[in-house]
C-alpha cells in the first residue's frame, strides 16, 4: 500500500501504520490528514488485516497539526459573512475530526506505539486508539492551550473516560508534558519501554497474539466495549444479548471447540 505521508505494512495480518513526515516532526497537514482517514477506513475492510500498529517515523511520534494548516484558517477571515465565516471553520474542523475518528471506527483494534513527542493533534489520536504504549523517554502535552486554542479533535472527550477526569484538566489548562513513566502510572498507556526498538517488538508481538484470535469475536469484541463506554450497564448488556443472538454461532465458535478437543492452535479464517 503506497502513501505519501504515512508507511504502511501488512505482515502476519498486523498492519503497522507510520506516519511518514519525520522532517515536520510528524506535524499532519491537511494531505496528510486526509490520508490517514482513507488509511484507517481500508484497513478496517480488509479481511487480512486483524490489528494494527500505529507509530512514527524519526525522533517524534506525532506533533498534531501542522502550524501551516493553523495558520491557513487566518484565510477565512477573508469571509466578509460572519455566518459563513464560522459555517467554513466549522466544516473544516469537522473534516479533521472525521480523520481521527476513522481509527476508533476501525473495526480491528489499533495500538499505538509512542515514542519521543506526542503534542496537540498527536493526544486526540491516540487518545481514540484501543491501546497505547510507549518510551520511557516518551512525552504527551495537550499543546493547544499555548496556542490560545481549545483542543478540538477528541482529547477532551475521549480522554476523560480513558484517565482521571481531573488529570485531563491539569493537562488541558497547563499544556505540561507527562514523561512515559507518568503516563503509565495515571493509566494513559498500558506499559513503557526502554527504547523505541523495544516498544515497537513488543507491541507488534502483542499485536500479533491478537490477530491470533477469532476475528469475528475481536471485532464484536471492540464494538461492544465502544458501545458500553458511551451507554449505561442495562443498554450494553441488551446489547451484548442482541449482538451474541446474532454473532455466537459462528465457525469461529466451531472452530475454537475443535481446536480445543485436538490440543491444537485454532485456524481462524480471515
Known sequence: MDYQYFKVEIKNKVATVTFNRAEKSNALHMPAWTEMKEIFN??????????????????????????????????????ECAGRRSEAIRSLVLSLQEAVNAIEKCKKPVLAAVHGGCIGGGVDIVAACDIRYCTENAYFTIKEIDLGMVADLGTLQRLPKLISPGMVSEMAYTGRKVQ???????????QTYFSKDELLESV??????????????????????????????EDSLNYMATWNAAMLLSDDLSEAFKASMEKRSPDFKD
Do not use: W
Not at 42 to 58: D, F, K, M, N, P
Not at 180 to 190: D, R
Not at 204 to 228: D, H, Q
Open 42 to 79: 481500508s484497513l478496517s475492510e480488509q479481511s487480512e488485516v486483524r490489528a494494527i500498529v500505529l507509530a512514527g517515523e524519526g525522533k517524534n511520534f506525532c506533533a498534531g497539526i501542522d502550524l501551516e494548516l493553523l495558520m491557513s484558517v487566518g484565510e477565512y477571515q477573508k469571509i
Open 204 to 233: 507488534t508481538k502483542l499485536a500479533r497474539t491478537i490477530a491470533s484470535k477469532s476475528p469475528l469475536s475481536i471485532r464484536g469484541t471492540k464494538e461492544v466495549l465502544k458501545y458500553s463506554r458511551d451507554h449505561s450497564v
Open 180 to 190: 512515559g513513566k507518568e503516563a503509565k502510572e495515571i493509566g494513559l498507556v498500558n
